[in-house]
């Protein structure tokens, strides 16, 4: 089936809110290249469990083509008209499964040499739609949080190097309580501008007690959904014919329920919680990696005004002669290396808030646990400078956010 | 955003510039790093003086090693200042013994066995990257046998995963059984050294970081247990016990391969690293490690080159990753933990290219791609690459 095909009927399998958009837009969607419709659909196919922030997105993307002329419509999907699709693809069920249908057209892409074609025409169509979006302002600036470094008091290399270049590195921090003054801050500015998702609160390890104005997510307290994840997938391996594709679609499809998270009352964050594991590397055996993939996706997903997140110690990757000579260690942790690990995903942490609306405003603060080191990226602050005063971690912030 | 874009004006000026004009970016950027830092002058006018015009009289001699890295490694954590920490070996001892080529581009599928099968065919493949099946053109092993009448011996293939068992040979009719290289897999083989153990090798064997429980069985052309001792002369409990000291499976490879060297002397080796690939696990400092331990490993190889009385002297050494990793700035991405978004940065690569019949100390970056290198090898070795869609890489020859 092609786009120009389609009926209301197609989306009976939808969830209703997601249904009675697609019906609205029928239309628009008709009109829309094979190529490019069922990467939206994806996203709408999840409306009714999307962030608010990511529903006004689908909305304001639908209104933004339905309102463009049919000769400028053409005009944005040119490039995507253009790519050369198997006849396969079209008859696939790329309504009921837009996210199977992109994997499959992404490796058809790749092995037809088109990937790069691909690759341009998303990119341009993404510049032209964020050019025509409406930016409201945002209630307060951004702030963004990294504790990094727990259980460690040396390491092996400088700390911050990528992110001191775009703020003032601070030598002489006071560390006392800091770990207290930034849950206490990032609860504050939940409590003053009180809006859903606004606020995270991600810890690599057992989070600390907060309220629940925050969107927290913790490592430990989802070890139960791990461990059925991880059974689930040891037991699709040993299906005959599963590979890696296959297995990914498997994932794809999985839903909270299925790994335990039914009472846990809130669709949208059990599905994003699900996503984290389901859809990311190495999320379900690193806490680091969990960590900074979950704050990846919060900014990209939620746009947060705050988002703190703690690293805490990820588990040791034996090196192969202790895997050959078997020695049982288990829970044994890496603190030196989560550190390394924690000091590049603060990084991206920082990359990722600034490709947000509001970038120039906003404001970043990383923080070696329990130690005198810290770097704090904030409008006001000169950048590539070292500074010996003695802060403590509220004084910092104030700066930050000053 | 603009904030963003301003603090960084590499990352502005980047944006602006076309996918190819990138890709040259990456390629001056490492030159003028080399030049700082290992001292090493810029090539184009000397290419017509090659010093393989005087090695000619050797042709039939000549040894080829490839290493290849499964898993690229980006330029901020080895050939620009901030990576230099992390490979002290081929920048102070290698780099400055080669000729490098700033700009390598890989313009195929950036999956490793298809990016390594493609390396091995000079034609960009299409092969299920995850499936343990031949390319579909001839591999350089076979051009190499097949023409210059070569044993079975004199080709050999040390890769890291079951998926690479089925790259020694393709399914080309013209070429394919019979012609190709024999592949050992040291995972595959320390696996069935080990059978009957109580050692959990489950971990190890992991056949893939991309996708990390998953391994595939295979079945044909590998390197069977009983020819451990016949080939390689050792043991079962040698190996094993050797297997026991050594940190990482690229280890075990190079271990395999100095193995090789001695007991086989093969023409043509080719070794596949892969353990910089555990950065798709997300883990920034076991990349870093990997990086480390891999630059290492580069260095002990080409000292083994200089101490193997079948090698010192008639050997040339080519070094290159199969492609990058994304870059920091792509949205689409997750900076090194991936190379799924196609961009420059994961596109563009470098390659180091020393011993016999290369010019030393000298940086190249005119643009060459990936497939290019196997009629290069063909030239150097005297066979033809007849299917092969690259070019001869003029400064090598």
């Not at chain 2, 190709?180 to 059978?195: D, N, T």
Request: glycine share 6%; with cysteine; proline share 7%.
């Amino acid at each position: 089936m092609l786009p120009r095909d389609l009926h209301a009927a197609n989306f009976d399998a939808y969830p209703p809110q997601a249904r009675q958009l697609a019906v609205q837009h029928l239309t628009l969607f008709q009109q829309l290249p094979l190529s490019f419709l069922p990467s939206l659909l994806r996203e709408l196919i999840e409306y009714d469990y999307k962030f608010p922030v990511e529903r006004i997105r689908i909305e304001q993307e639908l209104s933004i083509l339905s309102d463009l002329p049919a000769p400028q419509l053409a005009q944005w999907f040119h490039a995507f008209a253009a790519l050369d699709l198997a006849m396969s693809l079209e008859r696939t069920d790329w309504v009921a499964k837009p996210a199977q249908f992109i994997e499959k057209e992404s490796a058809y892409l790749w092995s037809t040499h088109q990937q790069d074609s691909f690759r341009e025409a998303a990119v341009s169509y993404g510049d032209r739609l964020q050019s025509a979006r409406p930016l409201p302002s945002l209630p307060t600036a951004r702030l963004g949080i990294a504790i990094i470094g727990q259980g460690t008091a040396t390491t092996p290399e400088p700390l911050f190097l990528a992110l001191r270049k775009h703020g003032t590195f601070f030598s002489q921090i006071k560390p006392e309580g800091g770990l207290e003054v930034l849950l206490a801050a990032t609860e504050a500015r939940a409590a003053a501008h009180p809006i859903d998702y606004a606020h995270w609160y991600i810890d690599g390890g057992a989070p600390n007690p907060t309220t629940k104005a925050l969107t927290t997510v913790s490592y430990s307290t989802l070890a139960p959904v791990r461990d059925k994840l991880l059974s689930f997938m040891q037991t699709q391996i040993a299906r005959p014919g599963m590979g890696p594709e296959e297995l990914r679609t498997e994932l794809a499809q999985m839903s909270p329920a299925q790994l335990g998270m039914e009472r846990q009352g809130d669709p949208a964050l059990d599905r994003f919680q699900v996503k984290i594991f389901t859809e990311g590397s190495g999320t379900q055996i690193f806490s680091t990696t969990f960590a900074q993939w979950t704050t990846r996706e919060a900014l990209r997903r939620a746009e947060p005004l705050t988002l703190l997140v703690r690293y805490a110690p990820r588990q040791r990757q034996k090196p192969m002669n202790e895997l050959l000579a078997n020695t049982i260690s288990p829970g044994e942790l890496d603190p030196a290396g989560s550190l390394v690990d924690a000091n590049m995903a603060a990084y991206y942490h920082w990359v990722n808030q600034q490709r947000l609306h509001g970038a120039e405003q906003s404001s970043f603060l990383v923080w070696w646990e329990g130690q005198h080191q810290a770097v704090v990226i904030a409008p006001t602050l000169p950048r590539r400078v070292t500074s010996g005063s003695a802060l403590t971690l509220k004084q910092l912030l104030s700066l930050a956010t000053g | 955003m603009a904030s963003f874009i301003s603090d960084r004006s590499s990352s502005a000026q980047l944006r602006s510039l076309a996918p190819r004009e990138i890709a040259r970016h990456f390629g001056r950027t490492r030159r003028d790093f080399l030049r700082d830092a290992a001292g090493m002058a810029l090539g184009g006018a000397l290419v017509s003086a090659s010093p393989l015009v005087r090695a000619a009289g050797v042709i039939k001699k000549r040894k080829i090693i490839v290493i290849t890295f499964g898993g690229g490694a980006r330029d901020q954590e080895t050939f620009a200042p901030e990576g230099r920490v992390n490979i002290p070996h081929m920048l102070g001892e290698l780099a400055p013994q080669s000729s490098f080529f700033t700009q390598v581009t890989n313009h195929g599928i950036l999956g490793h066995y298809v990016a390594t099968a493609s390396l091995a065919t000079g034609v960009y493949e299409t092969l299920n990257n995850f499936s343990a099946v031949p390319p579909d053109h001839p591999t350089l092993f076979e051009y190499f046998r097949k023409d210059l009448g070569r044993p079975i011996s004199d080709a050999w293939v040390v890769a890291p995963s079951n998926g690479f068992n089925r790259i020694g040979e393709s399914d080309s009719r013209s070429y394919g059984a019979g012609f190709g290289a024999r592949v050992i897999l040291p995972k595959h083989l320390l696996s069935a050294a080990s059978s009957g153990t109580k050692a959990d090798y489950a971990h190890l064997l992991h056949d893939n970081y991309e996708t990390p429980l998953y391994a595939p069985q295979i079945s044909g052309g590998e390197f069977e247990l009983q020819q451990l001792e016949k080939v390689l002369k050792l043991s079962v409990d040698d190996f094993t016990q050797h297997a026991k000291s050594l940190a990482s499976p690229d280890e075990l490879s190079v271990y395999i391969a100095r193995q090789l060297m001695r007991q086989e002397s093969p023409s043509l080796l080719w070794i596949t690293m892969h353990d910089i690939d555990i950065a798709h696990s997300g883990a920034f400092s076991l990349y870093i490690d990997a990086i480390r331990r891999t630059d290492r490993l580069c260095a002990a190889l080409w000292q083994a080159v200089q101490q193997e009385p079948e090698y010192a002297g008639n050997t040339t050494l080519l070094i290159l990753p199969d492609f990058g990793r994304d870059a920091d700035e792509d949205a689409g991405g997750n900076g090194f933990q991936h190379h799924r978004t196609g961009d420059p940065a994961s596109r563009t690569t470098w390659m180091m290219a020393l011993g016999q019949g290369v010019r030393p100390g000298v940086v190249y970056d005119s643009p060459v791609q990936s497939i290019d290198l196997v009629p290069t090898i063909g030239a150097m070795m005297d066979f033809n690459a007849a299917q092969s869609q690259g070019r001869p890489i003029r400064e090598l020859l």
